[in-house]
């Protein structure tokens, strides 16, 4: 169960022609997002396919086809189209764990919006031959993974088969369930063969099982396998018919089937004027086929019809890649057959150009050796301007740093000078300073000389009064003394 090879995005498998796996549908012309105001021919009668977020509207994908924009489309070179959401891979974390009664399944890591897409179903588009074969060889086996998806009008329907057994991606785990919380959507990027993307059908909380509905056609044939969805809705078998999931289709309307696919070069449809008289297989479970896929149909039998354009195209590509393998150009491995003729075209475009831009300057129809001296004058004069300019820039620059030299001695010399300057103010004060405190020195010197005169003055007065008063004490004392 788990020996398979992980891919991203479902690839051409047995029993598809290349020729029909390789018909591209041709891209719009936008030059900004795709909506239904730039009238986008990748949208149609749809309107709109998604919102901003990328969310699935409720009417795309039901009445009217679904076609992204793809690489052939030129609002891809601004890189703001909408109109991209399949491409974008799977951007909800999932994880496959094991369920009880069912085996593997897969859980969402975190809430899913209602209409955002989920994952790819993924696997090897394989025609009904093969799938019947292959339903021979593993008949035996448990599981059947083999997704079957039919578009129908009321003249033809489409049926693409999915099988993700050897080759496929997580969606291969998801198991089914009568009251489903993912929708099958086709989608058709860039070819005329359709994908099959899961989008969440509701609002899905993290931790919670994805599932959808394998199918409602059933009849009791087979009826064999139980159900364990859990579901209330539970219609107690899997339908699940040796043509894989989500069909059944009886043996004898298969020729009848394939002669009405309009992808089909060697259909009746494009032999017989009369095919749409064929009565037509239209099962209940079958998603109806709109106006704007009847359209496309239409331009692809247009396409078909003529014979001659499309011969005439294939010699051209054919002739392309013959002269491309003689001059030795490979292809890429992750390139399409047109996109290497595109490529190879654009080349030899590149070399016309090249061959006129020669005779412009009058080098046609020289010699390679004259060329190549003229080439060796271009370029040695574009070598002696080179080397000019460098000596031009190489004096700019060096007279640049000579006026800075100059500018900044200038200023060295300018502050010197003012240090100078600012050094004899400072000397002139420091004298000036020196004297005052000279003066205040000597000043004081006077005013203690001063001061000390005065004192002895004041002493002799002293001593001179004392001397008058013991003159008169003695004098008093005589007078008494000779009164007595």
Avoid at 35 to 63: M, Q, V
Avoid at 292 to 309: C, F, T
Wanted: hydrophobic letters at 25%; proline letters at 3%; charged letters at 35%.
């Amino acid at each position: 169960m788990l020996d398979f090879e992980y891919i991203s995005t479902s690839e051409r498998g047995s029993g598809v022609a290349e020729s029909e796996w390789n018909e591209t549908l041709q891209g719009c012309e936008c030059e900004g997002p795709c909506t239904s105001s730039t009238n986008c021919s990748c949208l149609l009668e749809s309107k709109e396919n998604y919102s901003e977020d990328g969310i699935l509207f409720p009417r795309a994908g039901n009445s009217a086809p679904l076609l992204e924009c793809h690489d052939e489309c030129q609002c891809v070179e601004k890189g703001n189209c909408t109109n991209r959401v399949l491409q974008s891979g799977i951007q909800v974390r999932l994880k496959v764990v094991n369920m009880p009664n069912k085996g593997c399944g897969v859980i969402a890591l975190e809430p899913v919006q209602k209409g955002q897409f989920v994952c790819e179903y993924a696997g090897e588009i394989i025609g009904p031959e093969e799938v019947l074969r292959r339903a021979e060889l593993h008949k035996n086996d448990e599981h059947n993974y083999i997704f079957t998806i039919k578009e129908r009008s009321q003249d033809n329907s489409i049926t693409t088969y999915v099988d993700p057994r050897y080759k496929g991606n997580i969606a291969r785990f998801v198991n089914h369930s009568c009251d489903p919380n993912l929708q099958v959507v086709s989608v058709r990027i860039g070819r005329t063969i359709p994908v099959v993307g899961l989008f969440a059908k509701r609002d899905i909380s993290s931790n919670e099982e994805l599932s959808y509905d394998y199918g409602e056609s059933l009849d009791a044939e087979n009826q064999q396998k139980p159900c364990h969805c859990g579901s209330e809705n539970c219609r107690g078998f899997l339908p699940v018919s040796k043509m894989g999931r989500h069909s059944k289709i009886p043996k004898k309307n298969r020729k009848k089937l394939k002669s009405v696919d309009p992808y089909n070069l060697k259909a009746k449809l494009f032999k017989e004027k009369n095919a749409n008289k064929t009565k037509n297989f239209a099962p209940a479970d079958d998603q109806p086929m709109s106006r704007a896929l009847k359209m496309l149909q239409k331009a692809k039998d247009e396409v078909v019809v003529d014979r001659k354009e499309l011969r005439k195209r294939k010699k051209h590509r054919n002739r392309v890649l013959e002269e491309a393998g003689k001059m030795g150009i490979k292809k890429n491995p992750y390139e399409t057959i047109d996109q290497f003729v595109k490529r190879v075209e654009q080349m030899a475009h590149f070399d016309i150009e090249r061959h006129k831009f020669m005779a412009e300057l009058g080098f046609a129809g020289r010699s390679e050796d004259e060329i190549k001296k003229d080439y060796k004058e271009i370029d040695d004069k574009a070598e002696r301007a080179k080397e000019q300019k460098k000596r031009e820039i190489k004096n700019k620059i060096e007279t640049a740093k000579k006026r800075r030299l100059e500018e900044q001695k200038r200023r060295m010399e300018k502050a010197a000078k003012r240090k100078e300057q600012f050094g004899q103010v400072q000397q002139e004060e420091d004298q000036l300073e020196n004297e005052h405190e000279d003066e205040m020195e000597i000043e004081k010197r006077e005013r203690k000389d001063g001061d000390s005169e005065q004192s002895e003055d004041s002493e002799v007065e002293g001593n001179s009064e004392q001397e008058d008063n013991e003159t008169e004490q003695q004098e008093m004392k005589q007078v008494k003394s000779q009164n007595l």
